[in-house]
């Protein structure tokens, strides 16, 4: 049978050249795709659950009072100690003037107290003095009772009259003793009534200063819930301040991603609200300590009988570029996409220290100089016009070393 008899062998096959075709194609994109993920895409994880994040500060009203004027409202920009919100001062002013009265009345006591240890060394002087004197005079009695100028009768009332006069003498030393045991050691400014009258003046007056509530941080209000002529209580939230210049991401990576994401690590950043025309530049901040499920309010029980597997994520902080994010502001929850470059893994695992810089808080008024100016006017202002010091304690010498009567007690015989 001759070759012309079978034409079908010498037409190629359509179909097969097709399938041959399909085949080189298949393996040419294998071969692209293996040498993409060999050189590139095994060095960066993605995902697009990613969100902003910041520091939420709620405001709130350290005393109660009533509202009467609200300078704020939601989505206005505020500076950090910018009045928010003004309370009635007129209760905390009364309280401040009755704690004032407070501080003056204690430093005349303490001052009286000053006043009394001068008094009651005085009298002891004036009382040895006496007693050196009766015990002369009975000396000189108790010579004449022999020669008959002095009856015994007159002799016993000198006795009795120098133990009369001992006893006075003890009985101001106890006092003295009682009067310094409340001032030794202290001035009119450094004594502890003085001291605790003069804490509650700062105490009133840091109530005064708290019916203007500031703003703790510079951001955007949010969240505002107080009302002109509102009672609030002490902690009751007023509103929100979201510094937004100070944002990070948490993206959420699964488990099976972060074997090589370490510390320190690049990650390029795009936000829906500006589309991919706007690229933002980060680091790996931080990976969180446990997956969303171990933190949640009902985390799953594991170790039921029909547990099933599910993937967990776990949130990596990514710190942005502060120059960026003023360029391009963000809002908190808003929807990212971030890819982390993985080229370099010499990083640690875990992050000794996320923030670098504390988030600039304004002060509280707890340190007012005003207050303290107040506080040292009040004291001078009550204090008498000669120094109310240690000058005082200096003359108060020890019992028995009084200069003008040094005079044995128990012999009754003055010293030599």
Do not use: C
Request: charged content about 20%; cysteine-free; overall charge negative.
């Amino acid at each position: 049978m001759s070759e012309s008899n079978h034409p079908e062998r010498d037409t190629p096959n359509p179909r097969k050249r097709r399938l041959l075709m399909l085949a080189a194609a298949v393996a040419i994109v294998g071969l692209a795709y293996g040498a993409y993920w060999l050189l590139v895409s095994r060095y960066y994880e993605t995902t697009d659950d990613a969100y902003v994040a910041t520091n939420i500060v709620q405001v709130t009203s350290e005393i109660p009072g009533t509202v009467i004027a609200v300078h704020v409202d939601d989505t206005q920009t505020v500076e950090a100690g910018q009045t928010l919100v003004e309370l009635d001062p007129a209760d905390a002013r009364i309280a401040n003037a009755g704690v004032e009265a407070q501080l003056a009345r204690t430093v005349r006591q303490v001052r009286s107290m000053f006043a009394q240890a001068e008094q009651l060394r005085a009298q002891i002087v004036q009382r040895e003095t006496e007693l050196a004197q009766a015990e002369h005079d009975y000396e000189r009695r108790q010579s004449l009772v022999d020669d008959g100028a002095v009856s015994g009768e007159e002799l016993a009332h000198a006795r009795d009259t120098i133990a009369q006069l001992r006893a006075a003498v003890d009985a101001t030393h106890r006092q003295l003793d009682a009067v310094l045991a409340q001032i030794e050691g202290t001035t009119l400014e450094t004594h502890p009534e003085v001291l605790a009258a003069a804490a509650q003046l700062r105490d009133a007056a840091l109530s005064l200063h708290r019916t203007r509530i500031v703003a703790p941080v510079a951001g955007v209000i949010a969240k505002r819930a107080v009302q002109l002529g509102q009672h609030v209580a002490a902690g009751a939230p007023l509103m929100a301040v979201v510094p937004l210049e100070d944002v990070w991401v948490d993206a959420n990576f699964k488990e099976v991603q972060l074997t090589n994401v370490r510390i320190g690590q690049p990650v390029t950043l795009k936000a829906d609200i500006y589309g991919g025309s706007v690229e933002y530049h980060g680091k790996v901040a931080g990976l969180s300590a446990g997956s969303g499920s171990a933190f949640a309010f009902l985390p799953s029980q594991n170790a039921s009988g029909n547990w099933i597997k599910v993937v967990q994520r776990l949130p990596v902080r990514i710190a942005l570029d502060a120059e960026q994010v003023k360029q391009h502001p963000l809002r908190v929850g808003l929807s990212m996409h971030a890819k982390i470059d993985l080229h370099d893994t010499s990083g640690p695992l875990l992050s000794n220290q996320v923030r670098t810089t504390p988030a600039p808080v304004h002060a509280s008024d707890g340190d007012d100089p005003a207050i303290e100016e107040r506080i040292a006017t009040i004291i001078r202002e009550n204090a008498s016009d000669k120094p109310q010091s240690s000058a005082m304690l200096k003359h108060a010498a020890p019992r028995g070393t009084d200069a003008v009567a040094a005079v044995d007690r128990n012999t009754g015989v003055a010293a030599p």
